[in-house]
């Protein structure tokens, strides 16, 4: 991409309104557009990363042998009026009619519908296991939506559920899901800790909240520090092998790590005082076995082995893919701006001509934006008529972790300069090794 072809509306002044740096930044990048309160544009540049959350998304999840579909934002009350949840939901949900007077409402989930689809379809124990799920945007009339992305009225998110003949089964489906999570959120350069969460009215000990440690977090968490130091890295994993998927539950579990709703001071003050955290964090995902509950309200029932109807096992899965966003800067920025993780950034790297009408810098300029592309990256070429500080400004700003400066001095000796976002440090070299360099950092995320 070009930038003089692009739709980048970056802005000068601090929007008064945003009150956490990653909404700041997010507005000054030209990322979203807010069009009412908690309703978000998604400019192109936002929109980029949106979709390539999305996609880590949806990787991660196929890998487990997870099935996408899509279900539609609107529903009808029908299905929520027989699980007993259109009356409880009370003021979030968004409801209107239709033209033939008909209730209707803009979905805040989907246990209901995929339920009922399930129950049309499914009769017998050898459709299992079974987990579908989707990525599509949800309505909750936030009381307060605030903070950009992070706290919306609309949102996107990736919701999961798995439909199961037993509990044993569905506990399965609730480690996969765990380990899919703490994948997902490392490949976007996060770390997002499994922390025992409240599971509300339905009840049971089977729910994690996926935090992020971050000072402007709603929410307030206790862990033992020893938690941060664990990773899961690349390592292989076997989803349909239980005993390798409870062992990464346990390891990432067994030490102390709660929300407030589930903190417990004399447990916490067992572990060693040094390692007691306090700290806030941003949710970025959830995940839930809640048992029979909905397939029985809903009629989601397979005849087992012995020929006997039994209602399916059932927990629901959720990523805050729209939050991500806010989380990710929260994550990773400094008094420039964003400073994107590989995995996520909307552009590969950024190419900077310091004098834009030379001969010479043009054409290496279009020389390194023609090989990063031959190499499968998705450069963005400030080719505007520009001074240098201005460019260099709009690329801190919108974060891309690599920059290639092209000016007629570094030309002279043969050479481009290849700047770190994040560390700052540069380094001269010929322009063919800029080439190299970055295809091999982007080896294996692009
Ligand atoms: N209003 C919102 N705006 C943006 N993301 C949200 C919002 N509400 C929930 N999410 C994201 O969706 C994920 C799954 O939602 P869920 O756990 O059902 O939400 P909640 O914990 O608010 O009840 C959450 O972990 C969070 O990341
Ligand atoms: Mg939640």
Known sequence: MRLSRYFLPVLKETPAEAQIVSHRLMLRAGMIRQQAAGIYSWLPLGYKVLKRIEQIVHEEQQKAGHLPLLMPTLQSAELWQKSGR?????????????????????????????????????????????????????????????????????????????????????????????????????????????????????????????????????????????????????????????????????????RYARTDETHDEAAFGEIPEERRRSARGIEVGQIFYFGTEYSEKLGAMVTDAEGQKVPLHMGSHGIGVSRLLGAIIEASHDDKGIIWPEGVTPFHAGIVNLRQGDAATDAACEQLYAGLQAKGLEPLYDDR???????????????????????????????????????????EMGLEAAIDRLAQIYEGIA
């Open 86 to 254: 259109y009356d409880a939901y009370g003021p979030e949900m968004l409801r209107f009619t239709d033209r033939h007077d008909r209730e209707m409402l803009y979905g805040p989930t989907n246990e209901e519908m995929i339920t009922d689809i399930v129950a049309a379809y499914v009769s017998s124990y050898k459709a299992l296991p079974l987990t579908l799920y989707h990525i599509q945007w949800k309505f909750r009339d936030e009381v307060r939506p605030r903070f950009g992305v992070m706290r919306g009225r609309e949102f996107l998110m990736k919701d999961g559920y798995n439909f199961d003949l037993t509990k044993e089964d569905a506990l399965h489906a609730y480690n996969r899901h765990l380990v899919t999570y703490l994948r997902t959120y490392e490949r976007m350069g996060l770390q997002a800790i499994p922390m025992r969460a409240d599971s509300g009215p339905i009840g049971g000990d089977y729910t994690h909240e996926f935090l992020v440690l971050a000072e402007t977090g709603e929410s307030e968490v206790f862990y033992d520090s020893e938690i941060t130091e664990l990773t899961f890295g690349d390592r292989a994993i076997d989803y349909d092998d239980k005993a390798e998927c409870q062992a990464v539950l346990e390891e990432f579990t067994s």
């Open 385 to 427: 008529d520009e001074r240098a500080g201005g460019k260099f400004a709009t690329m801190d700003l919108i974060g891309l972790p690599w920059r290639v400066t092209v000016g007629p001095r570094g030309l002279e000796k043969g050479v481009v300069e290849l700047t770190s976002r994040k560390t700052g440090e540069s380094e």
